[in-house]
């Protein structure tokens, strides 16, 4: 489907090019009975030559508080963090890279953590990534952690806020949300028990290596959020 937003029966996925000024070809998802299939291919001038666009799934919020679609009534976002590490907040992942020609890329869970819900980001909130195995870019910032599980890597966005980003070692299929946030705090030492977590999103950034020219297609199979009550997002 040749759009820039798919509603879902909670959430969204979208196309996200973010940090694109422009994109020449073919950009399309393609839902299927159980998965959805992002297929970029064409010439993507980038506005800062870092890694650029977010082909995605999403549920909840963003951090400027813009909508994912519906949710479900007993899974509403924001959720507190105090909540999250107390209870057990899981997100169950499939997916496979079917084309990366050209690119560099990653696979990654985006997470907003904010004091405030209204407003754009500020320096008193966080942006949480989760590198998964076989990302071949690397984190924003240095490694100030590193134990068997992950890489915990720390730097400051163009926006100023703090971004945190676990770089995992371990393939496997479910993100322990709680355990890492618990990780995050214990590590960091930063204040984030009254903060909330905004929503849930689940895609992948990808860099031109030698040309502007981008092949990439990649399918979500698999996008379970299990937090009181197992949802099935794809």
């Known amino acids: 489907m040749d759009c820039d937003i798919l509603e879902l029966k909670y959430g969204i996925a979208r196309i996200n ?37 977010f ?14 679609g519906k949710m479900h009534k007993k899974l509403i976002f924001p959720v507190n963090i105090y909540d999250i590490i107390n209870n057990k907040m899981e997100i169950y992942i499939e997916y496979k890279n079917i084309i990366s020609e050209n ?18 980001p500020a320096n008193t909130d966080y942006e949480v990534m989760v590198f998964m195995p076989g ?7 240095n490694v100030i952690y590193e134990n068997t599980e992950f890489k915990l890597y720390n730097g400051i966005t163009y926006n100023n806020v703090n971004v945190f980003t ?11 949300i709680s355990n890492l946030f618990r990780s995050l705090i214990d590590i960091s030492k930063d204040n984030i028990i009254n903060h909330k977590l905004m929503g849930i999103e689940f895609g992948s950034e990808f860099m031109p290596v030698t040309s502007e ?6 399918e979500i199979s698999k996008l379970w959020l299990n937090y009181k009550k197992k949802l099935k997002i794809i």
């Open 213 to 218: 020219n981008v092949q990439f297609k990649f």
């Open 103 to 120: 690119i560099k890329y990653n696979f990654a869970l985006d997470l907003w953590i904010k004091k405030e819900i209204d407003g754009p």
């Open 166 to 176: 676990f770089f995992m070692k371990v393939p496997g299929a479910i993100i322990d």
């Open 55 to 68: 082909p995605e799934l999403c549920y909840g919020l963003s951090g400027w508080k813009e909508s994912f």
């Open 17 to 53: 090019l973010w940090n694109v000024e422009s994109f020449d070809g073919n950009k399309f998802m393609k839902k299927n009975k159980n998965s959805i299939v992002f297929n970029l291919n064409g010439n993507a001038k980038l506005k800062d030559p870092t890694v650029a666009g």
């Open 135 to 141: 990302s071949n870019t690397l984190p924003l910032g």
